[in-house]
C-alpha cells in the first residue's frame, strides 16, 4: 500500500513538471521516427502525426490540460524559429537552380497560392460555412504563425487556423508524394515547391527526407507563400466581403 502510494506521489509532481512534458514530446518523437524507420518510411507513418497521437493519449489518460503541457513543450516550441532559418542551408546549396528557374517559380508560387485559397474557401462555402469559417480555413496551407495572423486579420478564429494548418502539413507530407507520382511530376524542383507550397513545414521535412533539392525548393516555397498569401488574401477578401 506505501509503494503505490509513493508511486502515486512521485507521478502528481513529475506530471506537474515542465521537464517531465518536455521529456514525454522528445520521446513521442523518437518513438515516432523509429516507427516510421522501422516502417520503410512509410508516408503513412509520419513521425509528426505519431508523435501528436502519442502525446494526446498520454494527455487524456492523465488529466493533464494543454497549458500544462505546454510549459514544458514551450522549450521545442522555441527551436521552432532556428530550424526554419536553417532551411536556408540546403537552399543556398541550391542557389544556382533557384537562380535559373525565377520565373517558373513566381508563376508556380501565385498559382499555387491562389489555388490553395480558392479551393479551400469554396469548398467550405458549399457546405455552407459562414464568412467567419471561411476565413478561418483559406489561410491553411501557411505556416502557422502567418496564418493565424492572417485568419485573425479578416475576421477568422486564429486558433482553429492553427489546428487546420497542421492537420494540411500532416495530410500533405502523408499523401502528397503519392499524389505527385500519380501525377507523374518527375523533376525534384517541381515536387518541391508543391510540397512547400501546399503543407509548408511539416510537407518540408518531408521533402528533405526524400531529396535535397526537393526539400529546398519546398523550403523556398514555404516562405514566398507565406509572404505571397499575407499580401493576396486580405486584398482578395476585402474586394469579395466588403
Avoid: D
Avoid at 493519449?57 to 530550424?83: D, K, M, R, W
Avoid at 520565373?103 to 467567419?132: D, K, Q, Y
Avoid at 515547391?193 to 528533405?208: E, K, Q
Amino acid at each position: 500500500m506505501g509503494s503505490l502510494q509513493n508511486l502515486s506521489e512521485t507521478w502528481i509532481y513529475l506530471s506537474a513538471s515542465p521537464l517531465f512534458h518536455l521529456t514525454l514530446t522528445l520521446v513521442a518523437f523518437q518513438a515516432a521516427a523509429w516507427l516510421f524507420e522501422k516502417g520503410g518510411r512509410n508516408p503513412l507513418l509520419n513521425p509528426v502525426m505519431v508523435a501528436v497521437v502519442i502525446i494526446v493519449i498520454v494527455l487524456s489518460a492523465t488529466g493533464t490540460s494543454y497549458a500544462s503541457y505546454f510549459e514544458g513543450a514551450q522549450f521545442v516550441h522555441f527551436l521552432l524559429g532556428p530550424a526554419t532559418v536553417a532551411l536556408a542551408i540546403p537552399l543556398y546549396r541550391q542557389w544556382h537552380v533557384v537562380k535559373r528557374s525565377g520565373v517558373a517559380i513566381a508563376i508556380s508560387l501565385l498559382c499555387g497560392s491562389l489555388t490553395a485559397i480558392a479551393t479551400s474557401v469554396a469548398m467550405a462555402w458549399l457546405l455552407g460555412a459562414t464568412p467567419e469559417i471561411m476565413a478561418t480555413i483559406a489561410p491553411k496551407s501557411v505556416t502557422a504563425p502567418v496564418a493565424m495572423a492572417i485568419a485573425e486579420e479578416i475576421g477568422g478564429l486564429p486558433s482553429v487556423t492553427a489546428v487546420l494548418v497542421i492537420l494540411t502539413g500532416i495530410i500533405g507530407a502523408m499523401f502528397g508524394t503519392m499524389v505527385l507520382n500519380a501525377c507523374r511530376v518527375r523533376p525534384w524542383t517541381a515536387r518541391g515547391l508543391a510540397m512547400g507550397t501546399a503543407s509548408h513545414g511539416i510537407g518540408t521535412a518531408r521533402a528533405l527526407q526524400v531529396n535535397e533539392t526537393a526539400g529546398a525548393f519546398s523550403g523556398l516555397a514555404m516562405g514566398l507563400n507565406a509572404l505571397a498569401t499575407a499580401i493576396l488574401l486580405p486584398i482578395l477578401w476585402g474586394l469579395v466581403f466588403r
